[in-house]
């Protein structure tokens, strides 16, 4: 029997169509509001079978849950906006579960707002570990392969939760390979800042790195010399290297989020000011950098360029910090 209850999801950007087809593949109805969204992300929705709806009010009736997975810059204006949609006449209560990768003083900003404008709204807060679902071969199934029937043949991404609401349908916790971390709200999302921050943290190193060994000329003596003492490092880096150009704008925020979250849970802004977690900062600029001034960066997802190298991305940055374009500190 199909799943009765039906999940909203805002946004359908490459995660949110992920989860989509994830959701919609175990018999759940998604739905999600496509007003004011581009030809490209309407065709998208509807191709990952997504019931379109009018309106924020619409999705708010409907949905049992509502996954909001959007740029962390918008987050904070998303939260804002559901907690002031109605939710008189409902019947059962409104999950709204917080996936987007902000820092844990945000979540609790972002906590306040629905106790105080929509106490009716059960908030979780929350985070996505790993790329979007995606269908896999059964030898290929290493991110999340299960022992039953929920999520094999899927490689999925953790989604740890936090605070004192649980989903109650532990179909759906299976589905989306839920963890729930801790009672605390911030706790999830802290998770994903420790987490991410070592990923892409790692990632902005090697760009540096792969940059300036070009502009010296010894690119590939840096790979040579990787692969004859870090195989598995320099297999790493390459790869994720060259799947960054495209998502480099919406790491900016992310960085600047995973920042706050070191400096004000972590301590560090007590070791020199507020500047503890400078070094995200500094990070963040490495993806801003990629996004404004590159051609790589500037791609879009429906004319996005397969198959660049590591050394095609060293090579664009390069060109661009000569160009003397290199990007200017955010003034948060």
């Known amino acids: 029997m199909a799943p009765s209850e039906k999940v909203g999801i805002v946004s359908i950007g490459e995660m949110g169509v992920g989860v989509a087809k994830l959701l919609v593949a175990h018999g759940y109805t998604v739905l999600t509001n496509i007003t004011g969204r581009s030809e490209y992300t309407q065709r998208r929705a509807t191709t990952a079978s997504i019931v379109l709806l009018g309106s924020d009010e619409d999705l708010v009736s409907q949905a049992d849950y509502l996954l909001s997975i959007v740029p962390p810059r918008d987050a904070l204006a998303t939260a804002e906006r559901f907690a002031g949609v109605k939710t008189s006449g409902r019947i059962k209560p409104l999950y709204y579960l917080d996936l987007n990768a902000t820092s844990p003083k945000l979540a609790r900003k ?45 490689a999925r991404p953790s989604i740890p939760l936090s605070g004192p609401h649980e989903l109650p349908n532990e179909h759906l916790a299976k589905v989306l390979n839920v963890t729930h971390v801790g009672p605390e709200v911030g706790s999830a999302s802290g998770l994903k800042c420790c987490f991410g921050s070592i990923i892409k943290g790692l990632i902005a190193i090697s760009i540096q790195s792969f940059s300036t060994a070009e502009a ?19 297999k790493s880096t390459t790869r994720m290297v060259t799947e960054i150009p495209p998502k480099a704008g919406r790491w900016v925020d992310e960085m600047w989020e995973i920042g706050r979250c070191f400096g004000e849970d972590g301590g560090w802004d007590n070791v020199t000011g507020d500047e503890g977690a400078d070094v995200y900062k500094r990070i963040a600029e490495v993806y801003r950098t990629i996004a404004d001034d590159t051609v790589l960066g ?5 004319h996005r360029v397969r198959g660049k190298t590591a050394d095609d991305v060293a090579v664009a940055i390069v060109d661009a910090l000569k160009g003397g374009k290199g990007a200017k500190p955010k003034d948060h």
């Open 216 to 234: 010296l000329g010894v690119y590939g003596e840096l790979q040579r010399h990787l692969e004859m003492f870090q195989p598995a490092l320099q």
């Open 298 to 302: 500037k791609e879009r997802p429906e």
């Open 110 to 154: 972002t906590a306040e707002i629905f106790r105080q404008n929509a106490p009716g709204v059960k908030y979780v807060d929350g985070g996505i570990i790993g790329g979007p679902p995606r269908v896999v071969e059964e030898q290929d199934c290493t991110q999340s392969a299960t022992p039953t029937d929920i999520g094999v043949g899927w």
